[in-house]
């Protein structure tokens, strides 16, 4: 029996055998692969909105005032002044826009789609085979989350560009040495450190991949020496950056990297690399797991990661066999996946395990693993001279030199085997189920809640203010800092000119609105304690005045005041060390106003003749019907 390789000849039809398709063929199918992922993700952020961390960003663009204080800020171990003055020019022209924001997602996507395609060009020419890794990277559900999380976006996208263009710079370095090269790479990855702390591995990465490419040629060793001066520029600007980071986490609203505990780190390791990596890796998984207000997690059913493991398996050692040289790139890609989304994300997210499901943690990585894929199935080399000549500077692969006195062989990375392209449909087609799935626990439904704001702070009368209450937590979880819970700061940007001044800082008013779980704006009642005159009484008085000692210990509360007097009055607020003055107009009998929180008792009096106070109420707006009036009755608060 025969046990040489078994060649599979398939005749293909007169216009594919045509010059024209076979020179623009593989343009025409990387753009058709384009036009697809941009089809599916725009259909997955049809059915997204803005969640979490979106509201946080939007709410503090619009608060706080436009400087270093607010783009240098350390969030949750981010830093990322250029995303943070991404999210302020979208906001400025046009606040909580899904429509704009996905734009400006699908772009960044498409950018990094056509940076990963250049590289694969750079690198291996307009082979047919390139459109297995591009595949790879525009179907990934690793970047389902990533596509339809605003906040994900703004991180990952970015970053992916800049890591896929600082290494088509790198390439370009390595073939001609122009030292133009090495600055635009340094460039790229300045770009990417703006918006992601990650970027700081760019430089590792571009230093391994050269380690690939020219370890052949010059072994390893001769390899890692070379463009030594650029490796020092690059440490430089590791270490500059790194020490800002350190200072930035250390300035007040800082918050920086916690290391976890051993079996934290443990558990956190196992089940990310254990299950949700091979998961993602082949297209999975079918059926997703429990719903966070950003998407599902990933669900590790154990027949899915064993076959998962099992695939993984296959092609790492199917590759190898074919191209020895493939195991250098598999490395490469199995210590990214270790290094920057295992160990880093587990220190910087180490308060919960849930974070080892999330499908956006290895999103950064998607790039990584599309090229050394490419790397595994074929060899790199310099694209033909234009005179027609060998290339220049050529590294190939020892299997495609001629025989000694016999002809030369054929192009090996051309032979394809047939389950090459069998595997890429299949992964597609996996990947097509897992984007349904995923697409059914995205947070579309805050859509509404927005809406119905918009609208009726639009319809709102002038006389009535809006008093901060708190955004769901299905939106927003509750651990988060208090001011960025109040729809005082979150909801404000979908407001326009005085009004969204009247919606950050309320004032005094005869009327109170807030919002409810729905967005619309009812009718408020206070929560909190009170102080209540019996049958229409007034509250009694301490010398001239009548005094109201209530507590105020959280931010957005607010008073009520149900008043008498003859003429128009003030009443002083004394909250802490800072007082204010209230003005109790004669015709009204009510009077809401905000309420700065204090240690201490917050201390309302109102002095003159003929002046009553029948209730004093302090705590927080709520809807009417949900806080049914007074809840606390605090005495001794008058004299």
């Given at each position: 029996?025969?046990?040489?390789?078994?060649?599979?000849?398939?005749?293909?039809?007169?216009?594919?055998?045509?010059?024209?398709?076979?020179?623009?063929?593989?343009?025409?199918?990387?753009?058709?692969?384009?036009?697809?992922?941009?089809?599916?993700?725009?259909?997955?952020?049809?059915?997204?909105?803005?969640?979490?961390?979106?509201?946080v960003?939007?709410?503090?663009?619009?608060?706080?005032?436009?400087?270093?204080?607010?783009?240098?800020?350390?969030?949750?171990?981010?830093?990322?002044?250029?995303?943070?003055?991404?999210?302020?020019?979208?906001?400025?022209?046009?606040?909580?826009?899904?429509?704009?924001?996905?734009?400006?997602?699908?772009?960044?996507?498409?950018?990094?789609?056509?940076?990963?395609?250049?590289l694969?060009?750079?690198?291996?020419g307009?082979?047919?085979?390139?459109?297995?890794?591009?595949?790879?990277?525009?179907?990934?559900?690793?970047?389902?989350?990533?596509?339809?999380?605003?906040?994900?976006?703004?991180?990952?996208?970015?970053?992916?560009?800049?890591?896929?263009?600082?290494?088509?710079?790198?390439?370009?370095?390595?073939?001609?040495?122009?030292?133009?090269?090495?600055f635009?790479?340094?460039?790229?990855?300045?770009?990417?450190?703006?918006?992601?702390?990650?970027?700081?591995?760019?430089?590792?990465v571009?230093?391994?991949?050269?380690?690939?490419?020219?370890?052949?040629?010059?072994?390893?060793?001769?390899?890692?020496?070379?463009?030594?001066?650029?490796?020092?520029?690059?440490?430089?600007?590791?270490?500059?950056?790194?020490?800002?980071?350190?200072?930035?986490?250390?300035?007040a609203?800082?918050?920086?990297?916690?290391?976890?505990?051993?079996?934290?780190?443990?558990?956190?390791l196992?089940?990310?690399?254990?299950?949700?990596?091979?998961?993602?890796?082949?297209?999975?998984?079918?059926?997703?797991?429990?719903?966070?207000?950003?998407?599902l997690?990933?669900?590790?059913?154990?027949?899915?990661?064993?076959?998962?493991?099992?695939?993984?398996?296959?092609?790492?050692?199917?590759?190898?066999?074919?191209?020895?040289?493939?195991?250098?790139?598999?490395?490469?890609?199995?210590?990214?996946?270790?290094?920057?989304?295992?160990l880093?994300?587990?220190?910087?997210?180490?308060g919960?395990i849930?974070?080892?499901?999330?499908?956006?943690?290895i999103?950064?990585?998607?790039?990584?693993?599309?090229?050394?894929?490419?790397?595994?199935?074929?060899?790199?080399?310099?694209?033909?001279?234009?005179?027609?000549?060998?290339?220049?500077?050529?590294?190939?692969?020892?299997?495609?030199?001629?025989?000694?006195?016999?002809?030369?062989?054929?192009?090996?990375?051309?032979?394809?085997?047939?389950?090459?392209?069998?595997?890429?449909?299949?992964?597609?087609?996996?990947?097509?189920?897992?984007?349904?799935?995923?697409?059914?626990?995205?947070?579309?439904?805050?859509?509404?809640?927005?809406e119905?704001?918009?609208?009726?702070?639009?319809?709102?009368?002038?006389?009535t203010?809006?008093?901060?209450?708190?955004?769901?937590?299905?939106?927003?979880?509750?651990?988060?800092?208090?001011?960025?819970?109040?729809?005082?700061?979150?909801?404000?940007?979908?407001?326009?000119?005085?009004?969204?001044?009247?919606?950050?800082?309320?004032?005094?008013?005869?009327?109170?609105v807030?919002?409810?779980?729905?967005?619309?704006?009812?009718?408020?009642?206070v929560?909190?304690?009170?102080?209540?005159?019996?049958d229409?009484?007034?509250?009694?008085?301490?010398?001239?005045?009548?005094?109201?000692?209530?507590?105020?210990?959280?931010?957005?509360?607010?008073?009520?005041?149900?008043y008498?007097?003859?003429?128009?009055t003030?009443?002083?607020?004394?909250?802490?060390d800072?007082?204010?003055?209230?003005?109790?107009?004669?015709?009204?009998?009510?009077?809401?106003?905000?309420?700065?929180?204090?240690?201490?008792?917050?201390?309302?009096?109102?002095?003159?003749?003929?002046?009553c106070?029948?209730l004093?109420?302090?705590?927080?707006?709520?809807?009417?019907?949900?806080?049914?009036?007074?809840?606390?009755?605090?005495?001794?608060?008058?004299?």
């Open positions: 029996m025969s046990t040489g390789p078994v060649e599979v000849e398939l005749r293909l039809p007169g216009w594919a055998r045509s010059p024209s398709f076979r020179r623009h063929g593989t343009s025409v199918a990387v753009l058709f692969l384009l036009l697809a992922a941009l089809v599916l993700k725009g259909w997955l952020l049809s059915r997204s909105f803005f969640a979490e961390d979106d509201i960003f939007i709410g503090r663009a619009v608060d706080e005032p436009f400087g270093w204080d607010h783009l240098f800020r350390v969030h949750i171990g981010h830093l990322m002044p250029g995303a943070l003055a991404l999210v302020r020019a979208v906001t400025a022209v046009s606040a909580y826009d899904w429509t704009l924001v996905s734009a400006v997602i699908m772009t960044m996507y498409a950018g990094a789609a056509l940076a990963l395609h250049r694969l060009r750079l690198l291996f307009a082979r047919p085979l390139i459109l297995v890794p591009l595949v790879l990277f525009l179907f990934a559900p690793a970047n389902f989350q990533a596509g339809t999380w605003f906040a994900a976006a703004l991180n990952i996208l970015p970053l992916q560009v800049a890591l896929l263009m600082a290494m088509c710079s790198q390439v370009l370095l390595i073939r001609t040495g122009r030292a133009r090269h090495a635009a790479g340094i460039a790229w990855t300045c770009a990417g450190l703006l918006f992601f702390e990650k970027a700081v591995l760019i430089p590792p571009l230093f391994l991949l050269t380690v690939l490419l020219l370890a052949r040629e010059h072994g390893v060793a001769g390899a890692a020496r070379r463009h030594l001066g650029l490796w020092l520029a690059y440490v430089a600007v590791g270490g500059a950056y790194l020490a800002g980071y350190v200072l930035a986490s250390g300035r609203g800082g918050q920086g990297l916690v290391a976890p505990e051993f079996y934290t780190a443990s558990d956190y196992g089940s990310f690399l254990g299950g949700t990596v091979p998961t993602l890796l082949v297209g999975g998984p079918l059926n997703w797991g429990t719903a966070t207000s950003a998407g997690l990933v669900a590790h059913r154990p027949v899915e990661v064993a076959v998962a493991w099992l695939v993984l398996a296959a092609v790492v050692a199917g590759t190898c066999r074919r191209r020895p040289e493939a195991a250098g790139a598999w490395a490469l890609a199995a210590g990214y996946l270790l290094v920057a989304d295992g880093l994300i587990m220190v910087s997210r180490a919960s849930q974070h080892a499901l999330e499908s956006r943690y999103a950064d990585a998607t790039p990584v693993l599309a090229v050394c894929l490419a790397l595994a199935l074929m060899p790199w080399r310099d694209p033909p001279s234009r005179d027609g000549g060998p290339p220049r500077d050529a590294v190939t692969s020892q299997r495609d030199a001629p025989l000694a006195g016999g002809p030369p062989r054929r192009d090996a990375s051309r032979a394809v085997s047939p389950s090459v392209p069998v595997a890429a449909c299949a992964y597609v087609a996996l990947a097509l189920m897992s984007a349904s799935g995923f697409a059914q626990g995205l947070p579309g439904g805050n859509r509404a809640y927005f119905a704001a918009r609208a009726d702070l639009a319809a709102l009368d002038p006389e203010g809006v008093y901060p209450s708190f955004v769901p937590d299905r939106m927003l979880f509750p651990w988060r800092p208090v001011e960025d819970r109040l729809t005082s700061r979150a909801l404000s940007p979908l407001a326009e000119g005085t009004l969204r001044e009247r919606v950050r800082r309320p004032e005094a008013a005869r009327r109170a807030t919002f409810d779980e729905r967005g619309h704006l009812v009718p408020a009642a929560f909190g304690g009170y102080l209540a005159a019996k229409g009484a007034c509250l009694p008085a301490r010398g001239d005045a009548t005094v109201a000692d209530l507590p105020a210990a959280h931010l957005g509360s607010i008073a009520r005041v149900d008498r007097v003859p003429r128009d003030r009443a002083s607020v004394l909250s802490g800072r007082r204010n003055e209230v003005l109790l107009r004669a015709g009204w009998n009510r009077i809401y106003f905000p309420v700065a929180p204090a240690s201490g008792p917050v201390r309302i009096s109102v002095a003159g003749k003929g002046a106070l029948r004093v109420t302090v705590g927080a707006a709520v809807p009417e019907r949900a806080g049914g009036g007074p809840q606390e009755v605090v005495s001794g608060g008058a004299g």
